[in-house]
């Protein structure tokens, strides 16, 4: 069966230091990859997404990017954290392309950024 | 483009019905509805592909029409366990979903 792992769970980080999330997939191939968050009490808001290594979709440009070095790796990173940039991060998957396309989350990490 | 979720908030007691309806401007091909509870991640429930196409999950329901380019989660006989933030989400581009901002369930004995 397919699992999702993501780390570190929590973390809490200054102002202005870098951030790397990491997220892996197992039990798939080829899965698409997505990174979600999730601000205070809000919805949930779409950053990236990837089809292929190397193929990433930007939907919120801003001080994050990601990168997918492997088929099933999918990093979130930042250079500078922004006080703004505080909240619960979720990776997700799925197998499927069109409509049909089920995600499925991991455990999420929650970002303080102090 | 976001679908749009209503109402905001449902505060239930047990035993209650409730329901909660997603729309988009836009044409609508699947709807997929997510619950999550405070602190962890949005499970998956259902996913409707076809207009008019009516699932299931436990006490759950849900219903699309794909004309009105909308669908309704149907609630019944609510239980403590359905609290959660529930989310509908629709594809865009054959790949990304993206969520409603999400309807807030609570339900006390």
């Known amino acids: 069966s397919q699992t999702i792992h993501q780390w570190p769970a929590t973390l809490v980080q200054p102002v202005g230091s870098p951030l790397s999330l990491e997220c892996t997939v197992e039990?798939?191939?080829?899965?698409?990859l997505y990174w979600y968050r999730q601000a205070a009490g809000r919805g949930l808001q779409l950053l990236f997404y990837s089809v292929g290594i190397g193929q990433i979709s930007s939907e919120v440009p801003q001080n994050l990017s990601a990168s997918r070095p492997q088929d099933r790796q999918f990093i979130l990173s930042s250079k500078k954290l922004l006080l703004s940039d505080s909240g619960f991060y979720l990776c997700a998957w799925s197998g499927e392309r069109g409509y049909g396309n089920t995600i499925y989350f991991g455990e999420g990490s929650w970002l303080t950024v102090v | 483009q976001q679908p749009v979720q209503s109402p905001q908030a449902v505060i239930l007691r047990e035993g209650e019905d409730a329901v909660i309806n997603c729309s988009s401007s836009k044409a609508l091909y699947s709807v997929h509805w997510y619950r999550q509870k405070h602190g962890e991640a949005p499970v998956f429930l259902m996913i409707l592909l076809k207009g008019g196409e009516q699932k299931g999950h436990e006490k759950i329901s849900a219903s699309f029409n794909e004309k009105k380019q909308q669908s309704s989660l149907y609630l019944t006989a609510s239980q403590l366990s359905y609290s959660g933030t529930y989310f509908c989400g629709t594809i865009r581009a054959g790949t990304a979903l993206i969520f409603g901002k999400g309807t807030t369930l609570s339900v006390s004995s």
């Open positions: 039990g798939t191939s080829n899965p698409n």
